[in-house]
Nanobody, 128 residues
């Protein structure tokens, strides 16, 4: 069983930065992809960024390319999301998720429902 816990959310002004962390514990050995996803009340869950655990290949939503960076520390079983140049439209609950059988990172980015486990999420609010 795998547990994931996010941290690092908060309130920030537009143009500011935040760094989210996701600590995973348990049997993460078979996890092939990790991802960050976000959800707002008026929209469904959308993919933000995905990274392959082995090799580190990354995929980003068009809306965050050039502003957000996903990274990982496999020794610490920790995933990160560095968010720069934040805009009010980035306001959402950000969740970390993992997928065991992940052969197409871009597919996973667009289909968060195929995740095998999720964290509880952390709120990010960007004020204008």
């Amino acid at each position: 069983q795998v547990q994931v816990v996010e941290s690092g959310g908060g309130l920030v002004q537009a143009g500011g930065s935040l760094r989210l962390s996701c600590a995973a514990s348990g049997n993460t050995y078979n996890t092939r992809c990790w991802g960050w996803f976000r959800q707002t009340p008026g929209k469904g869950r959308e993919g933000v960024a995905v990274i392959y655990k082995s090799g580190g290949m990354t995929y980003y939503a068009d809306s965050v390319k050039g502003r957000f960076t996903i990274s990982q520390d496999n020794a610490k079983n920790t995933l990160y999301l560095q968010m720069n140049s934040l805009i009010p439209e980035d306001t959402a609950i950000y969740s970390c998720a993992g997928r065991i059988y992940c052969t197409d990172g871009s597919f996973y980015l667009g289909h968060p429902e195929v995740s095998n486990y999720w964290g509880q999420g952390t709120q990010v609010t960007v004020s204008s």
